[in-house]
């Protein structure tokens, strides 16, 4: 009998790959995610890397406006990615513990020391992570002596040395805190035909929402926040940290929040502008004014913040400011989002000037992501549980925006490079 021609072999591969593929979409589909992830195990072990294919539906389940769907794709995603032996044992562990492109910084291993003990007083994590913590302390000293703040921390790659010691721990999800939907996820207490109409009556696309949430819905999502070892963004300024939905800033709840927004607000989100990101980014030292200041690359941005009124110890401060100026429709997502000066020189030449929304928990900032907007200064308690927490959601394409006022293009931008998106990060490009 002849052997199988190079071929028929690849065909008989390719075959093997696409079932294992059909049967992971099936569970899926089915809500089955410890077997849907035993799969992924299986698919690794034999050569077949399903993370591609696991990004590629999330993105697709987005476009579709299946939003559950999507939170379950990235549910795998980030157990796949960051997940660790502490997670409920039919997860697995992560397909790649030895990570790469890990840096450590102060800030995160100090939020990090922070939160694991603050897991540790209320016994969910256990006494394993005493030495930990002490590693994490020496770390901590040495990259900063005298405790000194500085705007920009120069990340350290997570050496062979350091990797040994807390390579398992450092940017893992250790926790993630089970957070199911509530009867209502959005409060009561405000009417969404006055938010669209406030919305659409204003020039620039803007609407504030107070008590946006309902008592339970917050109360749940703060202590997701708290709890779940999900901040892995630690590449911004001023010790900020970000969680995004793909590396594990995700759970039932948060997707209610989603759908009952798209739902409650049909001619400002609605069918027109899908979920296209959500994230939250945490606080835990001072922010000076004017160093945040960006626009998004999608079309509605639906901003709203959870740590107490209280925590606030500058009652001045603390909220955001929105500028009535909009990113050019020419300008890159590095020259929106991150260029300072280009900004600061663009808001002069349109004279901009500013509305500023004070912090108030529970409150929420319903706009217009192409307008330029920044964290106004931020002076928090800094105990663990008062850092400045804000959750964002991203509805929509910025290109496909039908509220974008100002379809000039800018002189001064810079030539995008050729096949480059002006309106996208190239994280999120596909």
């Not at 997670?87 to 100090?110: C, H, I, M, W, Y």
């Not at 107070?210 to 999502?221: C, I, K, T």
């Not at 994230?279 to 200041?293: E, H, R, V």
């Amino acid at each position: 009998m002849m052997p199988p021609s190079p071929m028929a072999a690849i065909r008989a591969v390719e075959h093997g790959a696409g079932v294992r593929r059909n049967q992971l979409t099936q569970l899926v589909i089915a809500g089955a995610r410890a077997e849907a992830l035993r799969l992924c195990h299986t698919m690794f072990a034999e050569g077949d890397d399903p993370i591609r294919f696991l990004d590629d539906r999330f993105m697709d389940c987005l476009r579709g406006q299946d939003i559950h769907r999507a939170g379950e794709y990235a549910a795998l995603l980030s157990t796949l990615l960051w997940g660790s032996q502490w997670l409920r044992e039919e997860d697995g562990p992560p397909v790649f513990p030895n990570q790469t492109r890990v840096f450590l910084t102060a800030s995160k291993l100090r939020h990090d020391w922070e939160q694991i003990s603050y897991l540790r007083a209320r016994g969910i994590l256990g006494d394993q992570f005493e030495p930990i913590l002490a590693h994490y302390q020496k770390l901590i000293e040495a990259m900063r002596p005298a405790g000194r703040e500085t705007p920009r921390e120069v990340p350290t790659p997570l050496d062979p040395e350091n990797s040994a010691r807390i390579g398992h721990v450092y940017n893992r999800i250790l926790h993630r805190r089970s957070t199911p939907r509530v009867p209502r996820a959005l409060s009561a207490s405000w009417s969404a035909g006055q938010v669209e109409d406030e919305y659409l009556a204003s020039r620039c696309g803007i609407a504030i929402v107070d008590e946006f949430l309902s008592r339970d819905a917050l109360e749940s999502l703060r202590l997701f926040c708290l709890e779940s070892t999900v901040w892995s963004g630690n590449r911004y300024n001023h010790g900020r940290l970000g969680a995004f939905f793909r590396d594990g800033f995700n759970c039932p709840l948060l997707l209610q929040v989603a759908e009952e927004l798209r739902d409650a607000l049909p001619r400002v989100i609605g069918r027109n502008y899908p979920l296209q990101q959500l994230w939250a980014f945490k606080i835990g030292q001072p922010l000076p004014a004017d160093s945040t200041i960006h626009a998004d690359f999608a079309a509605i941005n639906v901003n709203f913040w959870i740590t107490p009124t209280s925590a606030n110890r500058d009652e001045s401060s603390g909220g955001m400011v929105i500028y009535d100026a909009q990113a050019p429709l020419n300008w890159n997502f590095d020259f929106y989002n991150g260029n300072l000066d280009a900004i600061g020189a663009y808001l002069q030449r349109k004279q901009a000037s500013s509305i500023r929304v004070p912090y108030r928990q529970n409150r929420a900032i319903i706009f217009n992501s192409d307008l330029f907007h920044a964290t106004e200064a931020v002076d928090f308690d800094p105990d663990y549980e008062n850092h400045r927490i804000n959750i964002t959601m991203l509805f929509g394409y910025r290109h496909q925006d039908m509220h974008h006022l100002d379809s000039r293009l800018d002189p001064a931008a810079p030539r995008p490079a050729l096949g480059a998106s002006g309106w996208r990060s190239a994280a999120f490009r596909r």
